[in-house]
């Protein structure tokens, strides 16, 4: 948990997702799969696919540009760029720097982090803390994945899973005692085989391609991998929510990430929590991953879901494994 002195809270929040609709029925045509087998097993219907001259940095930026249009702040006044992803632009220099050149942040410092689908949470206990500090006043915090390019369209299990899409917030110190109320983040190392993609580090360098081609693309365990999103992301929003001084009942919206239905409606039934006040666009978009849950977060707030006084769960899973939770009052 954070514990701090000055209050931060999101002023401005955006989204991006690729104008390219890739449906089930499309998907049944390129691999050996149906619309019921997907829907059945993920509750996805559609994802976004960017185009082959986008890269991450280019819907970041659509994403952030929305965020700091709602904020009321321009580039030049960002002091600092956190990015979540794994599909960066290239693996150095971050897609921070990237993004930061073409918003035109010239003040800003610039990082990326990686922490899988759990990096927008990661990104925003960064930035509280950050403010906490007193050293920074605006910041963009952004969650940005083209998982498109590193799925095997030839694997079923996983290709039917993932889209691409970006999410931004802009992270400033609050006037009163609302905001992020709290984050928690947490690790798990030992599992890091059951999420993974093996390819384009030390261990396995590009060299080493023609030789490991599978070792390129993402690799999951499905069945261990639900078991402990489950688990970890029950115990992340249940321990926020208590150590916090609230109930369930107090908790006007959760947004989790869409990873797919099922392990939402696990999560759902194991905090008790009414299924109209649990967001949920996974059949639309699936699993964008440090994406997903800044995406919902734009959605809920756009569409009057989130008002003065909400009292906003964000809970996440991710490769690592890492997950993590945030309360935050609007």
């Known amino acids: 948990m954070s514990s701090h002195k000055y209050f931060s809270e999101i002023t401005g929040i955006g989204a991006c997702v690729p104008e390219k609709v890739l449906t089930n029925h499309d998907l049944a045509k390129m691999v050996d799969t149906s619309d019921e087998w997907i829907q059945s097993r993920t509750g996805i219907k559609e994802r976004r696919i960017a185009e082959a001259d986008e890269v991450t940095s280019d819907i970041a930026f659509k994403a952030a540009r929305i965020a700091l249009e709602k904020a009321g702040l321009s580039p030049e006044e960002l002091d600092l760029i956190i990015v979540g992803t794994v599909t960066p632009d290239m693996s150095f220099p971050a897609t921070a720097c990237f993004l930061q050149d073409k918003l035109g942040a010239k003040n800003a410092a610039a990082f990326d982090i990686s922490a899988a689908c759990t990096g927008f949470i990661y990104g925003l206990s960064i930035a509280d803390g950050m403010i906490a500090s007193g050293k920074f006043k605006n910041i963009l915090v952004v969650g940005v994945e083209i998982l498109s390019r590193i799925v095997n369209w030839k694997d079923r299990s996983t290709c039917v899973i993932f889209g691409d899409g970006a999410g931004a917030t802009v992270v400033q110190p609050a006037k009163g005692n609302r905001g992020i109320l709290n984050t928690y983040i947490k690790s798990n190392g030992k599992l890091h085989h059951l999420l993974n993609m093996e390819g384009g580090g030390t261990m396995y360098p590009a060299e080493k391609v023609k030789e490991h081609p599978e070792k390129f693309y993402i690799q999951m365990g499905g069945k261990e991998v639900f078991r402990h999103a489950v688990s970890c992301m029950g115990e992340a929003a249940t321990k926020i929510i208590k150590e916090n001084g609230f109930t369930v009942e107090e908790i006007s919206l959760m947004i989790p990430h869409q990873a797919n239905i099922r392990i939402i409606d ?47 769960l964000l809970v996440s899973f991710g490769g690592g494994f890492t997950w993590g939770s945030v309360l935050i009052r609007f």
Not at 286 to 300: D, Q, R, V
Request: aromatic letters at 8%.
């Open 266 to 312: 696990a999560i759902t039934k194991r905090l008790s929590i009414p299924e109209d006040r649990v967001y949920i666009n996974v059949d639309r978009f699936g699993n964008t991953s440090s994406a997903s849950i800044p995406i919902a977060l734009y959605e809920a707030y756009e569409n009057g879901l989130i008002t003065k006084d909400s009292l906003v």
